[in-house]
């Protein structure tokens, strides 16, 4: 399995309530953003403080392993995945 897709499953299944909880509440922001934006912005700050974790744990496996050019690219593909489960991730934080 690719490294990044790896250490994604990781992520989501190590910290499989918080992402179950964002995932229903990312699927009601979508159809009523007004009414859950606090909720998300609030539980959405969890996930980024999460995802930010996982992807230096990510980044720093390439630059460590001295393929430290390949690791934007790796952190591009990480947040794609990233966005096709969550599309509206992008919006956490933004008033």
């Not at 964002?22 to 996930?47: D, R, S």
């Not at 496996?61 to 992008?90: M, Q, R």
Request: proline share 2%; with cysteine.
């Amino acid at each position: 399995m690719v490294k990044y897709l790896q250490i994604y499953q990781d992520m989501i299944s190590q910290n499989q309530e918080v992402f179950e909880h964002f995932g229903i509440l990312h699927n009601q922001y979508a159809l009523e953003p007004k009414k859950y934006k606090a909720e998300f912005n609030l539980v959405g700050e969890q996930v980024m403080a999460l995802v930010r974790r996982y992807e230096a744990r990510l980044c720093s496996h390439s630059e460590n392993s001295g393929f430290g050019k390949f690791s934007g690219g790796l952190a591009g593909k990480f947040w794609e995945k990233l966005e096709e489960d969550y599309p509206l991730i992008a919006e956490v934080g933004i008033k």
